[in-house]
């Protein structure tokens, strides 16, 4: 077998299409865990292997360090390890710029890691300022990924009918006020990366020209979670070319709330004339039981969807526990990771999930006191951690004594600087660790430069890379939250926290909130390979006061669904879900015709003969006459006007009781003054 066919021989045959397909811009659409990211690496090295392309023309947006892991080692294999360009659109776009810059002679700005730096002064202090400028930082990156300036902003949130934090005319002045003073201090923020290489693409044919040659083969992951930010950075580094091939799934759009638009994905062709479609129906990852409890949370809505077909074997029924506090939630996901830690089932091989990061801290408590070594991802920045802070510190004063040397030498220096602290101490270790994976990322970025690179550029490049990852290596169960967890799995999965409020999240109100929330957790319970543990607590401490909380109204459907798997289910988990979802759906639409109902479709004439009977029937018992009936009852008896005792009862306010007592009057009463 040659290598290009041994690329394709693990795969099914709509995946190997996928692969092999030469039509483009090509769009693969499928579910979770149905092959898409393994889809993309393979196509890009099968395309090598095969000569349509060569490797070092690639450009590939993968959102993982770990895509980016696999995708080189594909390449290695094929003896071309390291040739891609791989990256998020912000470390691309950060690489594209720095060459520029460096290329026109001109000084390199800075990156601003926080935009509150700048906000918090223009807040003018106060206690809350922290918060405050959060939130203003949250709404220029709404504005900025909608390519929104200061000027448009209060149009844009009209138009959105967005609630902002503050009046929009406020925001907008310190939108305004925060851009000024950036390019006053000669700062760049993450969001103006994409902006300054997307106008340096369109007024600069040259540069254009130059960036089109070196990057002729476009590759997206995850593309529902494009914003029209990157989507201008797309077609501009597209120019008039075709050669895109992106893969996505709607149902795992999870970034609306920064202005991602799963249209892009979902409406490619229109975005693309002629562009082909690839869907994947099966799925490897997770277990039928998991995959079960996953479909059952998607928004039953307008779609008929066709749940992935699981391909592997049947595995243990998902948990579902209830907690009286978070403590105890967090005590006893940390027994089970104890108890689940065996030679050959390492720490890494689970990880905790949650919907915000502030959940993370009784969980952390409870691993730290049960000896489970874990990992915050996105929490405590790798940067800001004292051994990097002090290995970039060393790393700085030695490029300053010999700034001549290559970045090479420098890191290999470190390397030594790391031993020469020598014992056996945690910080000891913990310093060689950090060093370790400073070094593996000096690599890469060296790589990126082509060989070249500085240490401030490194440093740079440490910033936008290591947004989210931490990139240390030992063998630790993970924590994350629910948005970090994208595209990521494991056999072991904890979900905790499904409770009102949080899942939901408090603030998702609109129907197009509460779906994607939905489909959060969906992009949750697909991380699992093959143990999925669910659990909320009754009782937690958020902002440092204790709540009483209730289960998450996902949950039923959820449990509906593994219903099918336990000893009296038939496994048609999807029947189950179906029949919960109707009864929901009849328990709301009886809510919503009792609230309706007053008054509404009643006929009056009807309706004035039973108040009539009612105030009198109140006056001889001695009761006020909403107690005998509710006026919404009676409304839904003339309107319904029953001729028989069932058709009575099905009314709301109407019981057995209730038919028993009066249910013959009522008749007679409607059949008289109807007729
Ligand atoms: P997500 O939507 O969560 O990002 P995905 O569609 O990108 O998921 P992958 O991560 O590519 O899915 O694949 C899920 C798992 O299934 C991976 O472990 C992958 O290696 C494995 N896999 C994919 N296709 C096959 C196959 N044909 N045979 C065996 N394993 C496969
Ligand atoms: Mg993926």
Known sequence: MGDADKLLSDLNDRQREAVTTLTTPTAILA????????????????????GVIG???????????????????????????????????????LGQLRRRWRDRGEAVPALLERKSKILAPLLGGGPSVGAEAAEVAGEIEWAKARLVAPCGYEAAVTAAGRATPRPAGEIASLYDRYETEKSRRGVVDFDDLLWRLADALENDAEFAAVIRW?????FVDEFQDVNPAQFRLIRLWLGDRRDLCVVGDDDQAVYGFTGADAGYLVHFARHFPGAGVVRLEENYRSTPQVLAAAHAVLPGGSRQRKPLRPTLPDGPIPTVAAYASDRDEAESVARALQAAHQPGAPWSGSAVLYRTNAQSAPLEAALRAAGVPYRVRGAARFLDRPAVAAALEELRRAAGVAPGLPL?????????????AGGGDQATRDRREHVDALVRLGHDYIAAEEGDGTAAGFVAYLVTVLAEEDPTRTDAVELLTFHKAKGLEW??????????????IAYAETPAALAEERRLLYVALTRAEQELHLSWAQRRTLGGREMTRQASPYLTSIEAALAAFGPDGDGDWQAAVAAERARLARARAAAGRDRA????????????????????????SGVPAQVIFHDATLAAVAEAKPTDRAALMALPGLGPIKVERYGDELLALVARSSA
């Open 491 to 504: 056999p072991t999965v904890f979900v905790t926290g499904l409770e009102r409020g949080l899942v939901p």
């Open 55 to 93: 490797p070092r023309h690639v450009l590939a947006v993968t959102f993982t360090r770990k895509a980016a892991g696999e995708l080189s080692d594909r390449l290695g294999s094929l003896g071309v390890r390291r040739a891609v360009t791989s990256g998020t659109f912000h470390g691309l776009a």
């Open 214 to 218: 070196r990057h002729r083969h476009l």
């Open 597 to 620: 109902m007053v008054g509404a479709a009643a006929d009056p004439r009807v309706l004035a003969v039973l108040v009539e009977w009612r105030k009198t029937l109140a006056r001889a």
């Open 31 to 50: 579910g979770a865990g149905s092959g898409k990211t393994r889809v993309l690496t393979r196509r890009i090295a099968w395309l090598a292997a095969e």
């Open 408 to 420: 090479n030498a420098h890191l290999a220096g470190l390397l030594e600087w790391a031993e020469e």
